[in-house]
T-cell receptor, first 112, second 112 residues
Framework: SQQGEEDPQALSIQEGENATMNCSYK?????LQWYRQNSGRGLVHLIL?????REKHSGRLRVTLDTSKKSSSLLITASRAADTASYFC????????????FGAGTRLFVKA | ETGVTQTPRHLVMGMTNKKSLKCEQH?????MYWYKQSAKKPLELMFV???????ENNSVPSRFSPECPNSSHLFLHLHTLQPEDSALYLC???????????FGQGTRLTVV
């Protein structure tokens, strides 16, 4: 089973609306990261939140982490058509090592 | 540009061919990774090289063979591949474990 699972699998919204994506994981983590991928290209790092942090902001992005529920959310405010992409969470297990595990991603489509 | 360069961008090979994928980073990072991204599947970590260790995903078939001659270059040697190996192969680097990863644009591999 996967460590990180995103929800929903796909999301379609109008430009200007907010988009919220969720990630759940199973084991204790050191940190959780969110990445973005435009179709068929490499991933771009968006934000990293450590296990002792609860919320982090970067521009229009807001990430929360609830370690008691083993879940995280990514909020994109005032979405733009250019935000259309797939978004992935990646967890760094507490056991360490190079074992960053990616979820299957949420496909976001922002209609102009 | 993320600072991680992959070549070639596209590759079509027969099942009896031998080819190599190349990845290069000049970010001064200590760790480099190979990931496989298949349609509708999570990103799969294949190999990691760092100053301290080499980590392998034991589920990766031996027809994939990594090589890391120095901290800036990483290769993935391919031989006698199967059609199910067709996927996007992504290289990434990071300063250390659990830190922000920088991805290349990927090599779209098609095995015929």
């Amino acid at each position: 089973s996967q460590q990180g699972e995103e929800d929903p699998q796909a999301l379609s919204i109008q430009e200007g609306e907010n988009a919220t994506m969720n990630c759940s994981y199973k084991t204790s983590i050191n940190n959780l990261q969110w990445y973005r991928q435009n179709s068929g290209r490499g991933l771009v790092h968006l934000i990293l939140i450590r296990s002792n942090e609860r919320e982090k902001h970067s521009g229009r992005l807001r990430v929360t982490l609830d370690t008691s529920k083993k879940s995280s959310s990514l909020l994109i405010t005032a979405s733009r058509a250019a935000d259309t992409a797939s978004y992935f969470c990646a967890t760094e297990p507490y056991t360490g090592g190079f074992k960053t595990i990616f979820g299957a991603g949420t496909r976001l489509f922002v209609k102009a | 540009e993320t600072g991680v360069t992959q070549t070639p961008r596209h590759l079509v090979m027969g099942m009896t061919n031998k080819k190599s994928l190349k990845c290069e980073q000049h970010l001064g990072h200590n760790a480099m990774y190979w990931y496989k991204q298949s349609a509708k599947k999570p990103l799969e970590l294949m190999f990691v090289y760092s100053l301290e260790e080499r980590v392998e995903n034991n589920s990766v078939p031996s027809r994939f063979s990594p090589e890391c001659p120095n901290s800036s270059h990483l290769f993935l040697h391919l031989h006698t591949l199967q059609p199910e190996d067709s996927a996007l192969y992504l290289c990434a680097s990071s300063q250390d474990r659990g830190t922000e990863a920088f991805f290349g644009q990927g090599t779209r591999l098609t095995v015929v």
